[in-house]
């Protein structure tokens, strides 16, 4: 049972390019979240889903899109990268939101 | 706008004492709210929650109260140990049509001296 996974755990981009956050969760939850974590900053939620196939936007969807084929995977995607989407990204889980987000462990992105 | 806001972003205590970190929501409609804790370099780890329909709950060496009519929330830490030097977050959910969004505050950074 490896809970929530993320990869990568680094990544430096160059303004303009895209890629793809990976989030994984092997514990069958329907709720998965992605959240952004700036400098002494709380946590903003980007895109979240409450089952496969079923997705919505959080406070700071713009530039990002998110789709939940599985209900084990949720990635994340930068679709053309900016220096403002410089962040620790954290992906979350839970078989109910009542019962609280298990977090991965983050993937910290810097675009130059 | 829906937010959940801290009064205090920093806290200094000293080993043994009890902490008292505080939080202020402002939709009305939550009826959902966790405490987490986040240490250095890892992501939030659930401390603690508390539904709309109770004032007070206790875990371990924690006690969450919440104050419905000022939409207040505190997290009392007894007897505070250099282990729970972190930033904790308040975050709160509202249930309904948002069931699967959780909304997190700006945090409070808890400082323990030995």
């Known amino acids: 049972n490896a809970g929530v996974t993320q990869t990568p755990k680094f990544q430096v981009l160059k303004t303009g390019q895209s890629m793809t956050l990976q989030c994984a969760q092997d514990?069958?939850?329907?709720?998965m979240s992605w959240y952004r974590q700036d400098p002494g900053m709380g946590l903003r939620l980007i895109h979240y889903?409450?089952?496969?196939?079923?997705?919505d936007q959080g406070e700071v969807p713009n530039g990002y899109n998110v789709s939940r084929s599985t209900t084990e995977d949720f990635p994340l995607r930068l679709l053309s990268a900016a220096p403002s989407q410089t962040s620790v990204y954290f992906c979350?889980?839970?078989?109910?939101?009542?019962?609280?987000?298990?977090f991965g462990s983050g993937t910290r992105l810097t675009v130059v | 706008g829906e937010s959940v806001g801290l009064h205090l972003p920093t806290l200094s205590v000293q080993e043994g004492d009890n902490s008292i970190i505080n939080c202020a929501y402002s939709?009305?409609?939550?009826?959902?709210f966790i405490w987490y804790k986040q240490e250095s370099g890892k992501g939030p780890q659930f401390i603690i929650d508390?539904?709309?329909?109770?004032d007070k709950r206790q875990g371990q060496r924690v006690t969450v109260l919440l104050n419905k009519t000022v939409k207040h929330l505190s997290l009392q830490i007894a007897a505070t140990q250099p282990g729970d030097s972190a930033v904790y977050f308040c975050?709160?959910?509202?249930?309904?049509?948002?069931?699967?969004?959780?909304?997190f505050g700006q945090g409070t950074i808890l400082t323990v001296h030995p």
């Open positions: 975050a709160e959910n509202a249930g309904g049509t948002s069931y699967g969004k959780l909304t």
């Open positions: 889903s409450v089952g496969a196939g079923i997705t």
């Open positions: 939709n009305s409609a939550s009826d959902y």
């Open positions: 514990m069958n939850h329907e709720y």
């Open positions: 508390i539904r709309s329909n109770m």
């Open positions: 979350a889980s839970s078989q109910t939101v009542r019962y609280g987000y298990t």
